[in-house]
């Protein structure tokens, strides 16, 4: 449900006050006006508001003071200031002071709006960022990262030493192996836990983006850039910044990395000012990094930088013990969310589950199981509920547990055989073509199989 957003407008000018009012109350819009500084603080006293319009010069007080008793007593309310030519570089001077915008006069109202809607983004981020924040720390407790095998301890063991230091971590592994939900849980069980986790998918930002992403901007650094902006590092300061997929980075960035990396300080693009930070680096690759390095694509002292510490995430298929303890995890998360009773796994399909090769690891395990919990009608998930490429590959590869290899074959001749005699309708000249074949061979197998009757 979208949430109403509360507009309070301070104008002495009652038209004016009014016009923009009117113009303002769309799309759900509670507008609220105020003639004067007294008026305004009487009623910010009593209601909540998202976002206050102000003229800078009021007959009682000015813009600035109303700005500075909101920004004291609710923080989250956003403050546009109206000026005129004369008074801009006051209103230049309120945006230090904590305005979010401010708009010359003559009011053009589609920058007012397009100014409103920037700072409803601004605070449904903010109040994301709080949730998302609650919920992370609750969800990443060590115990929620399943792993019993002796691999995984190993990576447990390795964990809890580093998550009381701040020390640089490298993560490894392939894609789906949890390297996010570790870094995570390094961070939310550190010393920083309180302090911000900000990750940032290297590969997915656009090259050209990436540095002022990480580093921030001044206004006028570039075109377009309408205001200063803070960066990732920046905003992880105190805390720590996750760099995944590391190395997609350019190589002139890497070189930039690397010395904030050893300087800890940067400077924002287009400003000489240096900026001192204190923050954890954890990154992650799903790529051999020393390969980079010797192909070329990787700078090695970043490397030798970045890998202090190690962490290697073994691929899910060399910790078959592990998957069924995390079918079960999703199998209650998946109920759970979905309000139905904890369903139950037959063991053929536990054993196709455990004998999959799982290119795509924990992710895809958790995949198929949100998939299989939601098509399955029962309370109980036999091995024809999974996917068919599963219980093909279960069917034709070999565990530790062993399988039964003549039957396996017998199985699957009698199942490909039926299916060809139906799509001819018995025909078994034209069976046995589809299955290249000769016909006597055919009868022969039907008869061995006892489907000659
Ligand atoms: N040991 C585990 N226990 C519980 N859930 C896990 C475990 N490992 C991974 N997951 C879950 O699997 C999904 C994939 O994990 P994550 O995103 O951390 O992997 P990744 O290595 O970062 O993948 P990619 O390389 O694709 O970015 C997530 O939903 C995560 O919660
Ligand atoms: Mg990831």
Redesign the pocket.
Known sequence: MKERTRILIIDDEEPARMAMSKLLSTNGNVVQGAATGEEALDLLAREHFNIVITDLLLPDTSGITILVQIKSTSPQTEVILITGHATAETAVQAMKEGAFDYIVKPLNIDELRMIIAKAVEKQKLLSENVYLKKQLQERFEFD????GSPA?QKVFNRMKRIITTDSTVLIF?E???????VAKAIHFNGTRKDKPFIAVHCGAIPENLLESELFGYVRGAFTGAMRDKIGKFEAAHTGTIFL?EIVTMPMHLQTKLLRVLQEQELERLGSTRTIKLDVRIIS?S?LNLEQEVRNGNFREDLYYRLNVIPVN?PPLRERVEDILP?SR?FLSKNCREMQRPLMTISQEAVEALETYHWPGN??EL?NIIERTVALTEGNHIALDDLPPHIRDEALTRVSERGVDMVKTMNDIERRMILDALSLTKGVKARAAALLRLNRTTLVEKMRRLGLDL
């Open positions: 929620n990262i399943i792993g995984m592994g894609s789906g192996t949890g390297k996010e939900l995944d992650a799903n995430l995390l995890h924990v992710r958790e």
